[in-house]
């Protein structure tokens, strides 16, 4: 009776007759695919870098977008940059977006930079951003403001702090002392319990009552945050302070949030 063999077999027997043809070891294979493995664990940091580059360029085209729209808001509204939150108190406007009721999410398509974001007119999402949970300020796209400063009209007390005078608009732009190095947005989110989304990036410390703030910068790109500043120029800067008030559940630094700057005090945002 004739057995028909399958490939390996058919192999096998080919080696058994000496025709120079023979089958891996177990060994050979084993060896192969330890290679193969090895060249996996060498290769697969340095895409997953590529990748993580690749998001924080996507997002300081973001960053520098949402800096022109204010920039041109600016022109259109008498040289004054779009408030941070109108009517703070009310808790319905911000910067990127309103709402009719404070238990509901901001509506982006009503934001104050809509006009000037492209024909789209939406804030694009950081692509390295994941929040944990959602949070008060979403529609931001991961962005924060320097509202402190940039985002309000302010009048400086003779002992150095900050009132704010009326928060319906914006500095005036022509009124910023050292526009290179003054930030307008940052890379932001703020920790409690998880990371949440956030639409200010804080100075280090309340401008009228002069306490530290708990930070909002968040440095999400491989241990970088994306900074638009007020001359429109974008950079990366590195976290060089972090800070917990106990006020909120977790420590800043383990999520990568804090501050960036040498000097302890808000001249990175200050306009004077």
């Known amino acids: 009776m004739k057995t028909t063999c399958g490939p ?19 060994i050979e294979v084993l060896s192969v695919v330890s290679i193969v493995g090895l060249l996996l664990a060498l290769l697969l940091p340095g895409l997953s870098k ?3 580059q690749a998001r924080a360029t996507v997002c300081r085209s973001n960053v520098r977008q949402i800096a022109l729209a204010n920039h041109l808001y600016a022109q259109e509204s008498g040289g004054v940059y779009v408030a941070g939150a109108p009517w703070f108190r ?7 977006g309103q709402r009719d ?11 104050l930079l809509v006009p000037f974001l492209g024909p789209d007119g939406h804030i694009r999402r950081c692509p390295s951003f994941e929040p944990g949970q959602k949070g008060f300020e979403s529609g931001s796209g991961g962005y924060g403001y320097n509202n402190a400063f940039v985002g309000v009209q302010t009048v400086r007390w003779p002992d150095g702090r900050s009132k704010v005078h009326s928060d319906l ?7 910023i002392g050292r526009p290179a ?26 401008p009228q009552f002069q306490v530290r703030a708990d930070p909002s910068i968040h440095f999400r790109h491989l241990g970088l945050a994306n900074v638009a500043w007020c001359d429109g120029h974008v950079s990366s800067e ?6 917990s008030s106990g006020l909120y559940v977790g420590d800043p630094a383990r999520w990568d949030v ?7 005090n808000n001249r990175l945002f200050d306009i004077r």
């Open 258 to 264: 804090g501050w960036f700057g040498e000097q302890d």
């Open 50 to 52: 590529a990748r993580a």
């Open 169 to 175: 608009a914006g500095a005036v732009a022509d009124q």
């Open 90 to 96: 009310r808790n319905l406007h911000r910067w990127h």
């Open 181 to 206: 190095e003054t930030a307008m947005f940052t890379d932001a989110a703020f920790v409690n319990g998880s990371l949440i989304e956030y639409s200010f990036a804080e100075p280090r410390f309340h």
């Open 8 to 26: 390996f077999f058919r192999m096998m027997e080919s080696n058994a007759a000496g025709d120079g043809f023979r089958a891996f070891t177990l």
């Open 238 to 243: 590195r976290r060089t302070f972090s800070w």
């Open 101 to 111: 009721r404070v238990n509901e999410p901001f509506d982006g398509r009503s934001g």
